[in-house]
């Protein structure tokens, strides 16, 4: 199993939830948060200037957790539908799962997927 993370502009959450459930991706998790990458105003990088007060950008933070053949497709599918071309579109990244338990049920593993 794997967890996707995806952080992308608040604006494209919507849209990238939309994409998939349209591939009917299910347990999807979305946080509102805040952060700062490596540029201020989205062109100057911040270690150009240390000065710089750095502000939040708002972003959504997305998670899945997915069978390891359902991987590329999430990971494609949430960048095609964030990507706007700009500084900020957000980052995806990958990870293995190596436990898993249903609260509920106690069932364990890829089970509860």
């Known amino acids: 199993m794997k967890l996707v993370t995806a952080y992308v502009q608040r604006f494209m959450a919507e849209k990238v939830t939309d994409a998939l459930r349209v591939q009917k991706i299910h347990g999807v998790t979305v946080i509102q948060c805040q952060g700062f990458g490596r540029r201020i105003d989205g062109k100057t990088p911040h270690y150009e200037d240390p000065a710089a007060e ?33 500084h900020g579109d957000g980052k995806i990244f990958v990870m293995d799962v190596t436990h898993a338990v249903d609260v509920r049920t106690g069932a364990e593993g890829e089970a509860i997927l």
């Open 54 to 86: 750095l502000g939040y950008a708002p972003k959504a933070k997305i998670e899945i957790v997915c069978r390891d053949k359902e991987t590329q497709g999430i990971v494609q599918t949430i960048r095609n539908s964030a990507h706007t071309g700009r």
